[in-house]
Protein backbone atom coordinates (compact mmCIF):
# COMPACT_ATOMS: atom_id res chain seq x y z
CA UNK A 1 0.00 0.00 0.00
CA UNK A 2 1.58 3.06 -1.40
CA UNK A 3 0.54 6.39 -0.33
CA UNK A 4 1.85 9.88 -1.87
CA UNK A 5 2.75 11.25 1.81
CA UNK A 6 4.49 10.08 5.11
CA UNK A 7 1.66 11.76 6.90
CA UNK A 8 -1.14 9.66 5.20
CA UNK A 9 0.88 6.54 6.22
CA UNK A 10 0.91 7.82 10.02
CA UNK A 11 -2.78 8.06 9.46
CA UNK A 12 -3.33 4.71 8.03
CA UNK A 13 -1.36 2.76 10.21
CA UNK A 14 -2.49 4.47 13.36
CA UNK A 15 -5.95 4.00 12.19
CA UNK A 16 -5.34 0.33 11.71
CA UNK A 17 -3.67 0.30 15.21
CA UNK A 18 -6.78 2.00 16.65
CA UNK A 19 -9.14 -0.13 15.19
CA UNK A 20 -8.02 -3.26 16.89
CA UNK A 21 -7.55 -1.65 20.28
CA UNK A 22 -11.36 -0.39 20.09
CA UNK A 23 -12.27 -4.02 18.56
CA UNK A 24 -10.51 -5.56 21.45
CA UNK A 25 -12.10 -3.35 23.98
CA UNK A 26 -15.30 -4.24 23.01
CA UNK A 27 -15.09 -8.05 23.43
CA UNK A 28 -13.46 -7.78 26.63
CA UNK A 29 -9.96 -8.45 25.58
CA UNK A 30 -6.50 -7.12 25.31
CA UNK A 31 -4.47 -5.91 22.15
CA UNK A 32 -1.28 -7.30 21.92
CA UNK A 33 1.20 -4.96 20.19
CA UNK A 34 4.66 -5.06 18.70
CA UNK A 35 6.64 -1.98 18.35
CA UNK A 36 9.39 -0.50 16.60
CA UNK A 37 12.06 2.26 17.36
CA UNK A 38 13.88 4.62 14.72
CA UNK A 39 12.79 7.78 13.04
CA UNK A 40 10.11 5.95 10.99
CA UNK A 41 7.44 4.87 13.31
CA UNK A 42 7.75 8.29 15.40
CA UNK A 43 4.83 9.73 12.89
CA UNK A 44 2.51 6.73 13.87
CA UNK A 45 3.23 7.53 17.68
CA UNK A 46 2.45 10.55 17.51
CA UNK A 47 -1.03 10.28 15.43
CA UNK A 48 -1.68 7.45 17.90
CA UNK A 49 -1.31 10.31 20.71
CA UNK A 50 -3.52 12.69 19.20
CA UNK A 51 -6.76 9.72 18.79
CA UNK A 52 -5.69 9.56 22.56
CA UNK A 53 -6.09 13.36 23.45
CA UNK A 54 -8.48 14.15 20.89
CA UNK A 55 -10.57 11.13 20.75
CA UNK A 56 -9.96 9.80 23.63
CA UNK A 57 -8.47 6.47 22.52
CA UNK A 58 -7.97 4.16 25.41
CA UNK A 59 -5.19 1.77 26.14
CA UNK A 60 -5.57 0.32 29.26
CA UNK A 61 -6.12 -2.89 27.49
CA UNK A 62 -3.13 -2.39 25.35
CA UNK A 63 0.01 -4.85 25.33
CA UNK A 64 3.31 -3.70 23.96
CA UNK A 65 6.53 -5.70 23.23
CA UNK A 66 9.09 -3.65 21.61
CA UNK A 67 11.49 -5.28 18.80
CA UNK A 68 14.74 -5.13 20.38
CA UNK A 69 17.32 -2.58 22.33
CA UNK A 70 21.19 -2.21 22.23
CA UNK A 71 22.87 -3.98 24.59
CA UNK A 72 24.61 -2.59 26.68
CA UNK A 73 22.29 -0.57 27.07
CA UNK A 74 21.08 1.61 30.17
CA UNK A 75 17.13 2.18 29.88
CA UNK A 76 17.76 6.08 30.29
CA UNK A 77 20.38 6.97 28.38
CA UNK A 78 19.53 8.86 25.29
CA UNK A 79 20.18 5.92 23.07
CA UNK A 80 18.22 4.00 24.43
CA UNK A 81 15.02 2.55 22.66
CA UNK A 82 13.17 2.28 26.19
CA UNK A 83 13.73 5.79 26.65
CA UNK A 84 12.85 6.55 22.84
CA UNK A 85 9.61 4.28 23.46
CA UNK A 86 8.49 6.43 26.77
CA UNK A 87 9.33 10.22 24.98
CA UNK A 88 7.48 9.21 21.86
CA UNK A 89 4.78 7.06 22.85
CA UNK A 90 4.03 5.91 26.56
CA UNK A 91 4.17 9.27 28.55
CA UNK A 92 1.47 10.46 26.68
CA UNK A 93 -0.64 7.74 26.51
CA UNK A 94 -2.34 5.82 29.49
CA UNK A 95 -1.07 2.47 29.05
CA UNK A 96 -0.37 0.89 32.59
CA UNK A 97 3.50 0.87 33.09
CA UNK A 98 3.15 -2.99 34.02
CA UNK A 99 1.59 -3.84 30.29
CA UNK A 100 5.18 -2.46 28.51
CA UNK A 101 7.82 -4.80 28.07
CA UNK A 102 11.05 -3.98 25.94
CA UNK A 103 14.23 -5.70 26.16
CA UNK A 104 16.63 -4.97 28.44
CA UNK A 105 19.94 -3.69 28.01
CA UNK A 106 21.00 -3.96 31.19
CA UNK A 107 20.69 -7.80 32.16
CA UNK A 108 24.28 -9.36 32.58
CA UNK A 109 25.39 -11.77 29.88
CA UNK A 110 25.23 -15.09 31.88
CA UNK A 111 21.70 -14.17 32.14
CA UNK A 112 20.66 -13.06 28.63
CA UNK A 113 19.39 -16.45 27.23
CA UNK A 114 16.94 -16.77 30.29
CA UNK A 115 15.90 -13.02 30.23
CA UNK A 116 15.10 -14.25 26.13
CA UNK A 117 13.23 -17.08 26.67
CA UNK A 118 11.08 -15.06 29.40
CA UNK A 119 10.29 -12.68 26.88
CA UNK A 120 9.14 -14.85 24.84
CA UNK A 121 7.00 -16.91 27.30
CA UNK A 122 5.39 -13.41 27.93
CA UNK A 123 4.55 -12.50 24.64
CA UNK A 124 2.51 -16.62 24.42
CA UNK A 125 0.98 -15.89 27.76
CA UNK A 126 -0.19 -12.93 26.44
CA UNK A 127 -1.98 -15.30 23.66
CA UNK A 128 0.52 -13.76 20.66
CA UNK A 129 1.24 -9.99 19.05
CA UNK A 130 -1.85 -9.38 17.27
CA UNK A 131 0.18 -6.53 14.78
CA UNK A 132 3.93 -6.04 14.50
CA UNK A 133 4.89 -2.90 12.92
CA UNK A 134 8.49 -2.85 11.63
CA UNK A 135 11.15 -0.19 10.23
CA UNK A 136 13.71 -1.85 7.86
CA UNK A 137 17.12 -1.18 7.88
CA UNK A 138 19.64 -1.00 4.95
CA UNK A 139 20.76 -4.22 5.58
CA UNK A 140 16.91 -5.34 5.01
CA UNK A 141 17.09 -6.04 8.68
CA UNK A 142 13.51 -6.46 10.71
CA UNK A 143 14.30 -5.51 14.17
CA UNK A 144 17.90 -6.42 14.76
CA UNK A 145 17.72 -9.72 12.78
CA UNK A 146 20.91 -9.12 10.02
CA UNK A 147 21.73 -10.71 7.18
CA UNK A 148 22.10 -14.78 8.40
CA UNK A 149 19.37 -14.72 11.09
CA UNK A 150 17.64 -17.46 10.54
CA UNK A 151 13.54 -18.28 9.64
CA UNK A 152 13.23 -19.69 13.06
CA UNK A 153 15.10 -17.68 15.35
CA UNK A 154 13.71 -16.27 18.55
CA UNK A 155 14.56 -13.70 21.03
CA UNK A 156 18.21 -13.83 21.31
CA UNK A 157 21.51 -11.24 21.97
CA UNK A 158 23.11 -10.41 18.19
CA UNK A 159 26.04 -9.12 16.61
CA UNK A 160 25.52 -5.96 14.82
CA UNK A 161 26.15 -5.39 10.89
CA UNK A 162 28.84 -3.05 9.98
CA UNK A 163 26.66 -1.37 7.94
CA UNK A 164 23.86 -1.02 11.06
CA UNK A 165 26.50 0.39 13.00
CA UNK A 166 27.43 3.06 10.50
CA UNK A 167 24.02 4.03 9.81
CA UNK A 168 23.78 4.60 13.86
CA UNK A 169 26.90 6.33 14.11
CA UNK A 170 25.33 10.20 13.79
CA UNK A 171 23.31 9.23 16.85
CA UNK A 172 26.25 8.03 18.69
CA UNK A 173 28.64 10.64 17.80
CA UNK A 174 30.81 8.08 15.97
CA UNK A 175 30.90 4.59 14.94
CA UNK A 176 33.33 3.72 18.04
CA UNK A 177 30.28 4.38 20.50
CA UNK A 178 27.91 2.08 18.95
CA UNK A 179 27.38 -1.20 20.57
CA UNK A 180 28.33 -4.12 18.82
CA UNK A 181 25.48 -6.28 20.22
CA UNK A 182 21.91 -6.07 20.79
CA UNK A 183 18.81 -8.11 21.74
CA UNK A 184 16.06 -8.10 19.35
CA UNK A 185 12.90 -10.33 18.89
CA UNK A 186 14.06 -13.08 16.19
CA UNK A 187 12.63 -13.62 13.14
CA UNK A 188 10.24 -16.37 14.08
CA UNK A 189 8.88 -13.99 16.76
CA UNK A 190 7.96 -11.61 14.29
CA UNK A 191 6.64 -14.02 11.83
CA UNK A 192 4.10 -15.29 14.41
CA UNK A 193 2.13 -12.07 14.67
CA UNK A 194 -1.41 -12.37 13.20
CA UNK A 195 -0.60 -9.11 11.24
CA UNK A 196 2.85 -7.55 10.00
CA UNK A 197 2.99 -3.57 8.90
CA UNK A 198 6.23 -2.48 7.67
CA UNK A 199 6.86 1.02 7.40
CA UNK A 200 9.20 2.57 4.76
CA UNK A 201 9.22 6.54 4.06
CA UNK A 202 11.46 8.22 1.92
CA UNK A 203 13.91 8.07 -0.75
CA UNK A 204 16.88 6.69 0.65
CA UNK A 205 14.07 3.19 1.34
CA UNK A 206 13.42 2.50 -2.06
CA UNK A 207 16.32 0.48 -3.02
CA UNK A 208 15.76 -1.74 -0.06
CA UNK A 209 12.42 -1.51 -0.18
CA UNK A 210 12.43 -2.78 -3.74
CA UNK A 211 14.09 -5.94 -2.50
CA UNK A 212 12.63 -6.95 0.74
CA UNK A 213 9.46 -6.63 -1.93
CA UNK A 214 10.38 -8.29 -5.09
CA UNK A 215 13.58 -10.15 -4.31
CA UNK A 216 13.99 -13.88 -3.72
CA UNK A 217 13.56 -14.84 -0.02
CA UNK A 218 16.76 -15.56 1.73
CA UNK A 219 17.82 -14.65 5.01
CA UNK A 220 20.52 -13.01 3.70
CA UNK A 221 17.85 -10.07 3.96
CA UNK A 222 15.49 -10.78 6.64
CA UNK A 223 12.33 -8.48 5.58
CA UNK A 224 11.80 -10.99 2.58
CA UNK A 225 10.72 -13.61 5.08
CA UNK A 226 7.95 -10.81 5.32
CA UNK A 227 6.92 -12.20 1.63
CA UNK A 228 5.74 -15.61 3.64
CA UNK A 229 3.37 -14.26 5.77
CA UNK A 230 -0.12 -14.96 5.26
CA UNK A 231 -1.16 -11.44 6.31
CA UNK A 232 1.72 -8.91 5.96
CA UNK A 233 1.74 -5.40 4.25
CA UNK A 234 4.54 -2.93 3.50
CA UNK A 235 2.63 0.87 4.00
CA UNK A 236 4.73 3.34 2.10
CA UNK A 237 5.14 6.60 1.01
CA UNK A 238 5.50 7.22 -3.11
CA UNK A 239 9.64 8.29 -2.27
CA UNK A 240 9.75 4.67 -0.71
CA UNK A 241 7.90 3.38 -3.48
CA UNK A 242 10.22 5.12 -6.36
CA UNK A 243 12.07 1.58 -6.97
CA UNK A 244 9.25 -0.70 -7.34
C1 LIG B 1 17.30 0.39 13.70
C2 LIG B 1 16.17 -0.42 14.36
C3 LIG B 1 15.21 -0.93 13.33
C4 LIG B 1 14.80 0.20 12.39
C5 LIG B 1 16.02 0.75 11.68
C6 LIG B 1 15.70 1.86 10.69
O1 LIG B 1 18.28 -0.44 13.21
N1 LIG B 1 16.63 -1.52 15.15
O2 LIG B 1 14.09 -1.50 13.97
O3 LIG B 1 13.86 -0.25 11.48
O4 LIG B 1 16.90 1.26 12.65
O5 LIG B 1 15.62 3.09 11.36
P1 LIG B 1 14.95 4.37 10.76
O6 LIG B 1 13.47 4.19 10.92
O7 LIG B 1 15.44 5.50 11.63
O8 LIG B 1 15.36 4.49 9.36
Redesign the pocket.
Known sequence: LAFELSEEVDRYVAGQIATLIREKKGAGQNAVLGL??????IGVYRELIRLHEEEGLDFTNVLTFN??EYWPMEPDSIHSYNRFMWENLFHHINIPKENVHIPDGTVPLAKVEAWCDDYERKIQEAGGLDIQL????RTG????NEPGSSRNSTTRLVALDPK?RK??AGEFYGEENVPMQ?VTMGVNTIMNARQIIMLALGEH?SKITRIAVEDEVTDQVPSTFLQKHPNSMFVIDSAAASQL
Do not use: E, M, Q, Y
Open positions: ATGSTPLDLGIGHIGFTDAAK
